[in-house]
Every structure is written in C-alpha cells, then in structure tokens.
C-alpha cells in the first residue's frame, strides 16, 4: 500500500473538488430558494443587544466588501493586463497587500466582536444554532487563513525573497477552473497557506447554501430603482375552475 | 369630467370611537390569541390600549426625533422617509441606527410553573417566579405593553410622554386635575404607508384590492427598516423567524365579509369597519403638503363621495367591484370621517395618511364639568367648558391634527351638541333647533349621527363587502361548496343518513372563521375527498343527544364499511 503519487491528490483537490463545490453551491442554493424561502433570512439579533452590533456588524460588512472586491481583483485580472496597463509590479503588490491586510483586519476585528457578542449576550447565544456555530468556525478559518496569505506573501516581499506570486499560480488556476480547463499545476506550485485558505474557502462555499450566509444573494439592490409605495393585487386563489388539472400521465 | 378623478382604489378602514372605550384589552387579548400567541412574537402586540397620558407601547414611539419613524418633507417640497432615503438605508443595512431594542417594548416572561409542585418542603409557600422568555433567566419584571395603564406612575412616568413633553408644564397628574383616555391602536394601514417605503426587498405591499398592508413572509430577508419606517412601531420583528410582522386587518376574516377580531370581540362596540374610495394618483401631494395643519384637511380630500355618480363611473373604470361601490356608499366610515367631521386620523404630521379614525373623547370635558356641580349635559356649558379647557384640547390636537386646535374644538362641539339635543329628546322637551345649527348641523343629522354612534347594530357598524364576488346575503356565512347530493338525509351524506338532529353536528355548517379558514380551503381546493379522520368535538357545545363526529374514534371496520356505502 504505497501513498498515492501526489498528483493524484493534487488533481482530486484543484482538478475535481472545486467542480463538486460548485455542484453543491448552485445545486444548493436552487434547492433553499425553492423549498425555503421562508427561512431565508439575516436571522438579525439586533432587537437583542445593539451596542456591539452596530460597531462590529459594518466593520465585518464593509470589511468583507473590501476583501470580496480584492479578491476579484487579484483572482480575476490576469497579470499580463495590469503591467500592460503600466502598473509596476512592485506597486501592485504594496498596494494590494496593504488594502488586503487592512480590510483584513476589519473584517476579523468584526466577526471577532461579533462572536464574542453572540457567546457573551445570553438571548443572543441561545438564539445560536449548530449550524451557526459551524459556519462561524469556518468563516473564522477562512479569513484567518486569508490574513495568514497576506501576511506571509508581505513577509517574503519584505525580506526580499518574494519567489511566489499568487497571481502565477491560484489566480491561474481560478480562472482555469471557470473555463473547464482547472491548472491543477499551477496550484500545485502555490504555497501551502494559499492552499489551505483555498480548501477552507471551498468548504466555506460548499457550506454556504445551508446556513443564514444566504442572505448575502438578497442584497436589496432593486430598492434603489423601485418606486417607494409597492403595491400588489391579492394571490388568486386556486380554484376548481381555474386551477390546471393535473393528470398523472401528462 | 372622469378625467378629473384619478386612478380609484378602495380602502378597508376603521374608525374607533373613544369616547366608548372602558380600557377592557379585550381587543388585545384576542388578538394575541388569535396572530401572536407564538414564540418569538410574545412581546408583540398588534392591538394594544394604551392610556393617554402616558408613554404607549412600545415606549415613547410618538417622538420621532428619537425613533424616526414616518416621512420628512424636503426643502424642495419631496418626501422621504425620515431614517433616510434609498442610499442611506442601503448604506446602514448592516446595522439598523434606530432600531428599538426589545427593553423599548418590554421583556417578555413566564412563570417558572414547576417550582409549584418541585420546590422541597418548607415552612413558605412556594411561588413561581417569572423566567425571561428571551433569555429563559430569572428576571425581575419592571415594564410591560400597559405598565402606565390608568395613569399608573402618573407622576413620575407620565413626563415621559412626548405629546406631554411638547406641551410643557400645563399637564397635570395630581388626582383631581387629571384627565385620561384610552387609545386603542392598530396598523393604521396608511394610503402612505412608509414601512412599506422602507423594506429595501419589496416585501411590504398595500394590496390593491382592498388597502391592507402586509408582509410577504416568503420575500422578507429580516432587514429591520420597516419597524424603524412606521412611526406608529406596529411592525414587529419576529425574533425566532427573523421576519417582520405585522397587524393583517384580519384579512382572511375581512375578505370573507367578517369584521377583524379586534372589532368582533369590542365590548364597547366602538369600532366600525367600512370602506373608503380614494383617488391614489393624489396619495403623494396630499401627504408633501407644506404645513403639518393641512395634513388633516388634504387626507379628507382624497376622500371620494362614492355616492357622486362620476365617482362610481370612475371606480367601475378602475375595476372595482360594483358591490364595493355600494358597500362604500354605506361605509360608516365615510359618514363618521366626512359627513358628520367627527373621526381625525392619528399624528397626520407623520405624512403617512393613515387610515384608522378616531372620534376624540368628550369625556374629559363632562367629567370636569360634572364634577364641578355644572351640568355636562348643557349645550352652553358644554361649549363654554370646550372653549376653556385648553389642556384637554391641546393634548387631542396633538394626537389627532398636528395640533391645531380647531378641528378638534369644532369634533368636541358636534358630540356635545349631539349630548345635548338627544337629552330634550329623551325627556320629552322640545327640540332646540338652535343647538344643532350652532355647530353647522341640523336635527335630522344630529340624530343620524346618534344612531350611528350610541344604536348602531353589527351590520350597520361593519360594512365589508366580500372579496370572492359572492352575494352579500352571504356575508359573514361563505358556506363550503358542497356537492349537489349532500341534502338532509341525500345520497352525497355519505350513507350515514343525514345529520343528526341534535349535538354539534346538527344545524347548518359552521360559518368560514379564522380558526377554519384555511382547513376550509384546503379542503375545497382538494383533488381528494377528505377523509372522515379524527374530528375533534367540542364537548361545551354537545347537548347530550346524538352522537357527533368525534366524539367517539373511529372503529375499523365502521370507517371501511362508510368507505363502501
């Protein structure tokens, strides 16, 4: 019983497992819009305790904004097209890995308060599920795990060792994946922080559609472009006469 | 002259007659026991009576510098809701600025029951001592929805009243210059509403057909900006769904013809319930008019006479029903709000249009008059008391026309002079036409306004028209659409030979409430015959004789052998 040749396990965790997260994700996610809607909801403390929600939720929140918004700036711009633009590769990094390390810090600061709050305000813990607890634990790691990325990238930057660049490597393969074509080599070479944020992130996305984070696909975005006043025309019932008969052949 | 009168919609409203109110809670009590007897709605009362003076629930909801609630007319003349417009609601989501915390309502509780029969033996009754429903600890109970209730703490809780505040130090608590009143409070289910305006997922509505504004549970995403959005915080958060609620004007009893819980079980029967046609196209001027003091007089004039014949042509052109028309032409709440002027909508400065009226009390103008030896029933001294007693007055202005005191003076004199003139009536004398004509009625119309608010029966006080297009002879009894066979002792019986004469079972179907409402439809919008099943029996209602459904189970072999006959 010899181990596996690593690139097979390369290829089941960069060439097959995002695959089977982005199943369950989109799969996922049809399955709770369809079969409850009514349980899809911020599921909002604040009527308990307001205080610590109102520093710790927007700095979570608009932290999370920040890093959403590098992260598709790092994954999703090629290289090639910012040192077309001219844009130093030095200057880029800077720029990049303070933003990141700032919004970073804002959004483990936030979830910080925000756990600590939930744990220590009694109705806000009882009113604290399993799945709840789960998802935190590996919201928390994946953020960790993100700031250890930075951080460790900074360092290397630092001491003038900076050999590895993620945008060789995972942004590489982030965008292969979207294509069918995943480069199960290029992630290989990254380092290993970067692999273990991109597996907890993975995780995170897989369990995503199961937890309150759905209520991220509901930012009410419409409500700038809609009149103020809706109104509506009461449900028609069904009824015998209008309702389509169902048959079981058809 | 169609083209005058805009886009026509109907509106299910109320009018409550506060004179009439003993502060019983009956309406809340069941209310709660109809929509908010659940977890994670216990603090939540969507009728509750609260005494004035006093803080109301939850407390000091009046003071929108604090709490925001309503619409803010800009420089330029727009309205936007007073927490702020579309951007800086969306930039707040995170963190609702102004959101009542649940020590604003108050902590909900129960008691610690099995301390009762497990407490171990000693010398002291045992006790059960309350539990937060919230956090299921020990809890001292300081505050509830009605802990001021008659003035309770006058002195020292009722300052905190805002409308109190506003009026400075002419409010007096001490025994013998107080006044009270009960105000007993809904949604108001606004022609404006600003919940509505402030949901960022679209999920509030004011329906279409009838006006009642409510919460799609199925799109609500637990923003919290419609409780924050209604000045009056009667939209609630449901802690345990993390959904907003809120008052539903009863709607599946509404739309079956029935008055709301609230209505059906006043004890004072003063509420009335009617229809009101409205040109919408006017809704958003008459709300940005610059000076609160109009507020009042342009709600009215949204109003339309539904018995002006360009009136029903217009609402026929806009789809409303011919049966709503004619149910509107009825309304006692037209005639209450416009003909006769008495019922004021509450806080119109919160530009919301709202649409539960309140005739104010003249109570504390006879008690004051009848406690110091004058007669409360005069004409002179009731007009006289109306003009003097400026703190009364002021106080309802407050309330009921962003307080301008005139429209409250001229409600308070029509009551009196109806007080008045049904009192020569009732001892024989003379009628005095002068009392009538000096507040701009006559004799007729002042005892049409007495019937309306002292004999008003239940179908004279409800007037709600049906939403299923069915006849109004069947008001308040849609019976389920049965099959053709199911005669007394027919075939469609199911071979049981007809019903009983006797017990629960006997008589006609029980008629659509909210406790068989949607059983019913279910079952009428069924593909399969609904089985015999358990059926429960309510044994209060069993006169001894025949033997009803349920009360006894089912044998096997007597349900197969129903199955095959």
Known sequence: ?250 | MAERIGRVMAQVAMVMNLDKCIGCHTCSVTCKQAWTNRSGVEYVWFNNVETRPGQGYPRGYQDQERWKGGWRRTATGRLVPRAGGRLRKLATIFANPVMPAIQDYYEPWTYDYENLVAAPLGDDMPVAPPRSLISGEPMAITWSANWDDDLGGGEELGVHDPIVRRLGEQVRFSFEQAFMFYLPRICEHCLNPSCVASCPSGAMYKRAEDGIVLVDQDRCRGWRMCVTGCPYKKVYFNHKTGKAEKCTMCYPRVEVGLPTVCSETCVGRLRYLGVVLYDVDRVGAAAAVPDEHDLYPAQLDLLLDPADPEVAAAARRDGIPDRWIDAARRSPVYALAVQHRVALPLHPEFRTLPMVWYIPPLSPVVDTLTGTGHDGEDAGNLFGAIETLRIPVAYLAELFTAGDPAPVTAVLRRLAAMRAHMRRVNLGQERDPSIAAAVGMDGDTIEELYRLLAIAKYDDRYVIPTAYGVDDADRGAVEEVACSLDFEGGPGMGGMGGRPPFGEASGRPDPVGVETFHALRARQTSDVRARGGPRRTNLLNWDGNGRPDGLFPPRDGARDRREDA
């Open chain 1, 1 to 250: 019983m010899s181990a596996p040749p690593p690139d097979l396990v390369d290829l089941l965790l960069w060439g097959v497992l995002p695959y089977v997260v982005l199943a369950v994700f989109v799969g996922g996610t049809v399955w709770r819009y369809r079969y409850d809607k009514f349980g899809w909801t911020t599921r909002s403390s604040q009527l308990y305790e307001s205080r610590l929600l109102r520093v710790g939720s927007p700095l979570f929140h608009f932290g999370l904004l920040v890093v959403i918004a590098g992260h598709a700036m790092g994954l999703l711009v090629p290289k090639g097209w910012t040192e077309a633009a001219g844009v130093p590769d030095a200057a880029y990094h800077v720029v990049a890995l303070v933003l990141g390390a700032v919004a970073g810090v804002c959004t483990l600061g936030g979830v910080a308060l925000l756990v600590w709050r939930r744990r220590t305000t009694g109705p806000v813990f009882s009113a604290t599920t399993r799945n709840d607890k789960l998802m935190y634990a590996v919201l928390v790691l994946a953020i960790l795990a993100g700031l250890a990325t930075t951080l460790v990238s900074a360092g290397a930057d630092l001491a003038g060792r900076g050999g590895h660049d993620y945008r060789d490597t995972v942004s590489v393969w982030f965008r292969g994946v979207w294509v069918l074509d995943p480069r199960v080599d290029a992630m290989a070479a990254a380092t290993l922080p970067f692999h273990v944020h991109a597996l907890v992130g993975l995780a995170l996305f897989a369990l995503f559609p199961f937890t309150r984070l759905v209520h991220a696909f509901s930012a009410p975005v419409g409500y700038l472009f809609r009149p103020y006043v809706v109104y509506r025309t009461r449900d028609r019932l069904p009824t015998r006469a209008t309702r389509p008969a169902r048959r079981g052949w058809s």
